[in-house]
């Protein structure tokens, strides 16, 4: 068995299916859905085999013993800078690979249904393969620009998937935004890669987290490492991309932009803990950013009407808490939630997926409701995941959600405010989800009624996923051992479950009879002036700031720098342009006078060297 | 005091050389201080009891001669063109 397996099924899927489209674009045949569909799904399906069959050898093995290494080439050597192309497995990357490939291959399957009347299926399904290519050199890379190819790899893919559909503008200006700000991320990664080949020497992942390092440097690293996972993993101040990249299809949101690719952040500030453990600064830093995201993102997730804005926000809110998770040092708390948040919150957007294919494109969740009779599978296993984002026991988010909320307040990161900040998240958490519960599936319909008549249930290749996902989200949490509880954890479980309850309850009874739009806060609907912000500050300030220094340093400076230097040429020019008399006896003269000059100069030297020598 | 015969004749030419405007007294003045030269080495001759001196005024002797030849011609070559032997008048190299 090859590691290198795991990828190559991907990459041979995105291979068939690219030529195929490529084919089909030519003669202007439409490929079929079904067919592309499967080639991608079994590429997928053969690499989760893979992937299991490393999980069967790695629980034989001791824990300690568990890495499993494979240098494929040299990559590149330039001297004494030598990277190889090398694949790492451990338990962390397995973890993840599992998740990806497993849930992957769900999705690819759903996507079949889902995708069943696209224009360009074989497309869809290239990029959605290379997508999981490229998540999965994230998460097996040995070196940082290994890491580095996979986090621009779906970069690109989530680029191409969220603008898949091109005709429309919006839909492409989202993809952008969502590449834009991945970016401004993307440098701090670059900029932690140059010091880290400064000061450790190697960008070999092990090394780096063995390297004893200077305190600041190793906080350095770790901050700007940090700021490339706000970037990917949509934290404060680099969100507003996420909520927007729900322009993409439904499973790619279920995917990409809940499942896997925003979990990546998480996975990276895993890989560095140990040098994370040596900056506390930093540490906290983490922690704020990841329960105030939590927090506000929760907030404006309660005034979204569109199915899957609300879902996008409530990500953003899940990732916070998993940074509030490495932030307080419970790295693997964070990465069970990863995995309980990627079962339950793709069990949700498939399920959104379901509604909106249900009701031929309508996101409005005021637009929906009395869906639990047409839809009961759909119904079903939203409560599922429902259950489990509430984190009530014992599905799967009872036990990741109220391990991050103990260890908040109990670990030694940990402290009163965060502690308060996650259970307030967590209350809005319920409130927001029961809302969107109620509105789809249980209040009175709000249905046109040429809408209503035409909605059935999915077909089996969207149901079996969101089946198997709801068995995961009520299962999932059992796979993992909590380390013995501290004295009152149990009734920090206890209050974290009322406080759901709370929530759940509110928002049941307020939308139970809704039956008509709400009127929401437009400043806390459109993102509490984030975008606007950024759009005002470097929207407009860039330009304005490239203005004044065009004006004022440009003209200024730069102009009057290289006038002053024309001028000096041109003057000098002129002045030695007057000794150019053109009489021959003129530069006779000059040449004597100057001879007489050099003899004075030449004798005067001699003289003093003779005086000097003579002394 | 041969010596100083020879700078004072030296500098004659010299004054000659830049300052008098005919052509051909210019060139009577390059003469002047080749043979101010000449005396020169004459002298230095005679002091250090060496030929060598000698032999290179023969040279210069030579030399000046084929000099003044050149230098003559040239002269005449300008004066057809430009009808005129006064050197500020010869003022071409500007342009």
């Not at chain 1, 998540?135 to 989530?158: I, K, Q, R």
Request: hydrophobic letters at 55%; one cysteine or more.
């Amino acid at each position: 068995m090859n590691l290198f397996l795991i990828l190559l099924f991907p990459l041979i899927g995105f291979t068939i299916n690219g030529f195929i489209h490529l084919k089909s674009a030519k003669s202007g045949a439409k490929a079929s859905a079904k067919q592309t569909g499967v080639i991608a799904t079994l590429a997928m399906f053969a690499s989760f085999f893979v992937s299991a069959f490393y999980y069967l050898q790695f629980s034989g093995m001791a824990e300690s013993s568990r890495l499993i290494e494979q240098s494929l080439f040299t990559w590149m050597n330039l001297g004494s800078f030598n990277v190889d192309f090398a694949l790492r497995l451990d338990s962390l990357s397995l973890l993840f690979t599992l998740v990806i490939t497993g849930v992957g291959s769900l999705i690819h399957l759903y996507s079949i249904g889902y995708m069943s009347e696209d224009e360009s299926p074989a497309r869809y399904f290239a990029y959605l393969n290379l997508f999981c290519f490229m998540m999965l050199n994230l998460v097996l890379g040995a070196t940082m620009p290994h890491v580095f190819l996979g986090w621009e790899g779906v970069g690109l893919a989530s680029y191409l998937l969220i603008g898949y559909w091109h005709q429309d503008v919006e839909k492409v200006g989202a993809g952008q935004k969502a590449f834009v700000m991945n970016r401004i991320g993307d440098l701090g990664f670059l900029i932690a890669m140059f010091i880290t080949y400064k000061y450790v020497g190697s960008l070999d992942l092990m090394v780096l987290q063995k390297a004893t390092l200077n305190p600041a440097i190793a906080a350095t690293i770790g901050f700007l490492i940090f700021f490339a996972c706000t970037g990917k993993s949509a934290q404060i101040p680099l969100f507003t991309w996420l909520p927007d990249a729900m322009a993409g299809p439904t499973p790619v949101s279920a995917l990409i932009h809940a499942a896997t690719m925003v979990t990546s952040g998480i996975y990276l500030l895993n890989r560095i803990s140990p040098l994370l453990l040596q900056s506390p600064e930093v540490m906290s830093v983490i922690a704020m950013v990841g329960v105030t995201t939590a927090f506000v993102s929760a907030i404006i997730g309660c005034a979204q009407k569109d199915i899957k804005k609300i879902l996008a926000y409530s990500t953003v809110s899940q990732l916070g808490f998993m940074f509030l998770a490495c932030g307080v040092g419970a790295f693997d708390a964070g990465v069970f939630h990863v995995m309980t948040h990627a079962f339950f919150k793709a069990l949700m957007f498939l399920g959104a997926g379901s509604v909106i294919h249900a009701l031929h494109h309508e996101q409005n969740v005021f637009k929906m409701g009395g869906l639990r009779k047409k839809l009961p599978i759909t119904t079903f296993t939203f409560v599922m995941g429902w259950a489990a984002i509430l984190g009530l026991p014992p599905f799967s988010g009872f036990f990741s959600k109220d391990e991050i909320i103990i260890q908040s307040l109990h670990s030694p990161h940990g402290n009163q405010i965060l502690f308060i900040m996650a259970l307030a998240s967590a209350l809005l958490t319920a409130f927001y989800m029961t809302r969107l519960l109620v509105l789809v599936f249980f209040s009175p319909s709000r249905m046109e009624k040429e809408t209503e008549e035409h909605v059935h249930e999915s077909p089996l290749t969207m149901t079996i996923p969101l089946i198997v996902l709801a068995i995961l989200s009520l299962v999932g949490g059992f796979m993992h051992h909590s380390e013995g509880g501290h004295q009152d954890s149990i009734n920090i479980i206890i209050a974290s479950v009322v406080v759901a309850l709370v929530g759940a309850a509110f928002g049941f009874f307020r939308y139970r009879k809704f039956d008509k739009e709400e009127i929401t806060n437009a400043f806390v609907e459109q993102g509490l002036g984030f975008d606007v912000f950024y759009n005002k500050f470097f929207g407009n300030g860039v330009p304005a700031l490239a203005k004044g220094v065009s004006k004022w340093v440009e003209e200024l400076f730069v102009q009057n720098t290289i006038r002053f230097c024309s001028w000096m040429v041109q003057f000098s020019g002129n002045v030695l342009k007057s000794f150019q008399v053109g009489s021959m006896q003129a530069y006779l003269l000059m040449m004597v006078v100057l001879g007489l000059v050099l003899l004075i100069w030449v004798l005067q030297s001699m003289m003093q060297g003779v005086f000097f020598y003579g002394k | 005091m041969m010596l100083v015969v020879s700078c004072t004749v030296f500098l004659i030419g010299l004054m000659g050389v830049i300052f008098r405007k005919n052509l051909l007294i210019v060139l009577m003045s390059v003469e002047l201080m080749l043979n101010a030269v000449n005396l020169s080495f004459v002298t230095f001759s005679k002091m250090h009891n060496s030929l060598d001196g000698q032999i290179a005024v023969l040279f210069v002797m030579t030399v000046a001669a084929a000099e003044s030849a050149v230098g003559l011609g040239l002269v005449i070559a300008l004066f057809r063109t430009l009808k005129t032997a006064d050197s500020d008048q010869i003022q071409m190299l500007r342009d």
